[in-house]
């Protein structure tokens, strides 16, 4: 494939970059569903290996790979059972050192997704905490007495539904569990607890990742003293990490997560990281009382972590011109001192182009403006394809969260349907066997192969469009000053040195006139938008970017 080696060459200069990160396009790969090698159904490490050059093709800087540990499966590798070691549905740590090494032939840096927050109930540390109250682990997980009425030592609740305490018999205490019962919470006040995390994180880092994606960073830690947590303000805004059936929704989460004790941990990860070269974090928070403010504590300075992403643009709010600048001025005034990462669509939520009902001209458009945004951008797998949510039936359900709440919310399973890579073959390509979720048939017809050699293809427009974010060091690391925003417009301008860069996006199906700022402006041609002819105000056609440069 002749088309990566001057790709591949440019990634080199800046492999050991500490600031690689900056303004870096990340790529997620959802193991189960990317490719299957082995014919049984369930996407793996080879099957990654397989696929990478097709990752590279798009330009990124980096792949993050969701959980593929040791795990019992119930919420698919975010119950981790042996943090050390990859689980056999996966392949093995030969198959994941050959990733690495085969990404980083082609320029791409390797993150994983740790989950230190919480275990699998079938890990041995679980085991052996539970068996009694005094033996070595006793105090690695979250134990409390009941009530004198037996009921859970306070109010807290799970994210997937119910208490977030759940009664051992065994031990006659109630363990903590933010999440699934099976997903006890670890005890982050010991420092025994913390140590061996950090051991973890070094094991991997030995073995040549490049950067972590820290699962649910802001759960952490605990409220000691285990205080009720109060109910929330009355018109709240809507939840961003929870649909508004579950009764998570109703708790303003003051004690359960997001605790000042965390501040340290960060800071003590942080010294591990800084052992290894060119390592970066992304730390997701899920906090719909303090996002910013938690994200901006949480990379504040140097020792912490490099950038969080929250849920801003993860949510059903749909991203009008007006919301966005919101959203960035926000950010400013909160976090001015962070680095944003954004990210429209992941595992955990509605594939957006679904989710804001977009048409194949307006998710254009808006991918063009996430690349332009200060900060780093997440890209989830099947985005450059265009692709939908697919529908997936009561009986072909696969993920706990959906089941729980079916039918007002569906899961999140409509978002990890396989990759559909051959319009041709068995199961769109992605396995021999029977997938462990259904390909949707809607996406046969956006495969890869089908979009490969169309040059007006979602996927080209991906690869055109990251490019064109490379060759502006602007748009990488640049300054950020918003121009003009309404319900269907967006300008702003990024600055680098002497370059001027003016970003316009018109988020409507009218054409707009467009008054560019002050100053000797050249409409840049080789944006993959290429509609707009230069006037003193130029005529910005529906669902169309522009981006002019002046010096200066």
Known sequence: MAFLDPYVQDKAETATDPDWWRGAVIYQIY??????????????????????????????????ISPFFTSPMLDFGYDVSDYRDVDPMFGSLGDFDALVNRAHQLGLKVMIDLVLSHTSDQHPWFKESRSSRDNPKADWFVWADAKPDGTPPNNWLSIFG????????????????????????????????????????RFWLER??????????????????????????????????????????FQ??????????NLKFLERLRSVMNEFDAITSVGEVGDDQQGLAIQAAYTQGTERLHMCYGFEFLSNAFPTGTRIAAVLENFDRVASDSWACWAFSNHDVTRHASRWNL????????????????????????????????YV??????????????????????????????????????????????????HVQDAADAQEADTNSMLNFYREMIA???GFPAL???DFVLVEADETYIAFERTHGNVRLFCAFNLSDESREVALPEGAWAIETAAPFKAVQENETSTLPAWQALFATATG
């Open 31 to 64: 193991p189960r569903s990317y490719q299957d090698s082995n014919g049984d159904g369930i996407g793996d490490l080879s099957g990654i290996i397989h696929r990478l050059p097709h990752v590279a093709s798009l330009g990124v800087d980096a792949i993050w």
């Open 252 to 261: 303003n989460h003051k004690y359960d997560k997001s605790q000042p004790e």
């Open 208 to 249: 040549g990742v490049d950067g972590f994606r820290l699962d649910t960073v802001n759960f952490y830690v605990h409220d000691k003293e285990l205080r009720d947590n109060p109910p929330v303000d009355a018109g709240s805004a809507e939840s961003e990490i929870a649909p508004s059936v579950n009764p998570y929704t």
């Open 476 to 478: 990488l690391k640049g």
């Open 162 to 201: 119910g208490s977030a305490w759940e009664w051992d018999g065994q031990r006659m205490q109630y363990f903590l569990h933010n999440f699934l019962k099976e997903q006890p919470d670890l005890n982050f006040h010991n420092m025994d607890v913390q140590q061996e995390l950090l051991d973890v994180a």
């Open 359 to 390: 048409s194949a001209e307006a998710q254009r458009v808006y991918t063009a403006l996430l690349l332009s945004l200060r900060g780093t951008t997440c890209l989830y797998q099947g985005e450059e394809l265009g692709l939908t949510e697919a």
């Open 393 to 442: 039936a009561y009986e072909d359900l696969q993920d706990p969260y959906g089941k729980r709440f079916w039918p007002k919310f569906k899961g999140r399973d409509g978002c990890r349907t396989p990759m559909p890579w051959s319009s041709d073959q068995t199961n769109s390509g992605f396995s021999e066997g029977k997938p462990w979720l259904p390909v949707a048939m809607e």
């Open 468 to 470: 064109f974010r490379s």
